[in-house]
């Protein structure tokens, strides 16, 4: 079946759906977590499941594949009925489930992931390596997703080793496959070659059900498209009828502006240089190598990579959570050498980290608590050793309420938050101390369109009132938004820069990769300085 033949849930005549969920109902304690949802997956169609963080998306998925039970309702598989306790049970239905964080042993190679705990064995020999290999060959062959069986997955770009995970579902006879997020670390070609592979799957009958909050994707791929909001299904239709602007609206709930306001600026005084800059990672192998960039008062520097090519440990040597090997960091005309992340915070410096649950919050302390990290030697927050806990509670409901932070509880724990406010709680806290240097890594990783939105604004905001912004995102789209340069790191060096209106997502990823073509003056030759544009 083409792509164009498939044929909506609504037109399937007598078949039964591949997928039906009837009222299926799911509490967890006083949150009501998916409200009376029921959905269809036609045979064959590639079916886009949108909604902002927690919308319910991810729970109605989870009862799907046995993870969790729900508290009311009915799931049917081909027509019948059926009671779904564990992901075993699933597998046996012919479902299956890409997982965000893969679900792979890197030691193993790909022909031992994908066969693993259905090993073809020789008589009293364990198991045969040869056969497996040969299972998997052909089942790459057949689906048109090419894989080297032999190959560890450890050594493997996230791209192929997203292949593997999908071969492996299709391996234990998946008809139904459950995509989430699948594109979340992916550059544009590996995106291109993931849709090429969803479209031979798709031909061959496979039922997809793609979880994401990239609407253009959407576009692209889908043929149908349900939207939820708070637990229930509030839309959702052919995907060729609506628009990108239709669908975000009924996540959100309101109108999404189309444009965010920029104000040019004269380039000024850089507030942050990094100079020939050299790092190792925590295995102590090479992973930041003479690095020189510059990012000006007014100005949003964007680091575009793949991860893994030293971003990380770039931005923790300059907040002080890393130790260069040599190199030089200057905040503000001060140079950082030896100077502890306390240090740097006062000289101007606040820090969006990239892992939120071990860089940003302290899970077990109230939200109060976490807004006050950094902050609590300030007087309006105490004097001495004590702190105000009436200022405390107080300054945290005004920034829970200014960044739209839920549920708006100072007392409540931050563990106790979903990804995406625990997001807008850092945020929160780093964007009000009034530093003069941002260093923000993935800055809207996990967040709702609304909720990015309203981040993305507020960058703006900073860099209007002439903040330095080093932005690292793997999302090229907010690269581009946001940046008035742009830089690519790969292996650890900046092999380009540019600016967004002279490039698109698609040469990015070229860079991104290694893959530019050598010798022209944009080409990935290990060019190493990035500054010009802030220090003229």
Partial sequence: MSDAAAPPAASTGTRAPAIALRDITRRF???????????????????ALVGENGAGKSTLMRMLYGMIQPDAGTIAVDGRVVRIHRPADAIRLGLGMVHQHFMLVDTLTVAENVVLGREPRRAGLGVDRTAAEARVTALADRYRLPVPARARVGGLPVGVQQRVEILKTLDQGARVLILDEPTAVLTPQEVDDLFRMLRTLHAQGTSIVLITHKLAE???????????????VVGGGEAAALTTARIAELMVGRPLADDLPRVAREPEA????VRTLDADDDRGLPAVRRVSLTVA?????????????????????IAGLRAPL????????????????????????AHIPSDRLHRGLVPEMSLAENLALGRHRERELGAGPLLDRGALVARAGRLLADYDVRPPDPA????????????????????SRGASVLIVAHPTRGVDLGAAESIHRRLLAERDRGRAVLLVSSELSEILTLSD?????????????????ETDERTLGLHMTGRAQAGGADAATGGDTAGGGAAS
């Fill in 29 to 47: 304690g006083a949150v009501l977590a998916n409200d009376r949802v029921s959905l269809e997956i036609a045979p064959g169609e590639i079916h």
């Fill in 218 to 232: 959407v576009k692209a791929l889908a043929e149908r498209v349900t939207v939820m909001r708070a637990g229930r």
């Fill in 270 to 273: 850089p507030l942050l240089e």
């Fill in 297 to 317: 008062a007014g100005e949003v520097l964007g680091i575009a990579g793949v991860e893994g090519n030293g971003q990380s440990e770039l931005i923790e040597c």
């Fill in 326 to 349: 040599r190199g030089e960091i200057v905040i503000a005309g001060r140079t950082m050498h030896g100077r502890s992340p306390r240090e740097r915070a006062a000289a101007g410096l």
């Fill in 412 to 431: 409540r724990r931050a563990g106790q938050l979903s990804g995406g406010n625990q997001q807008k709680l850092i945020a929160a806290r780093e964007l």
């Fill in 485 to 501: 340069r742009v830089c690519v790191m790969y292996e650890g060096r900046i092999v380009h820069e540019t600016r967004p209106s």
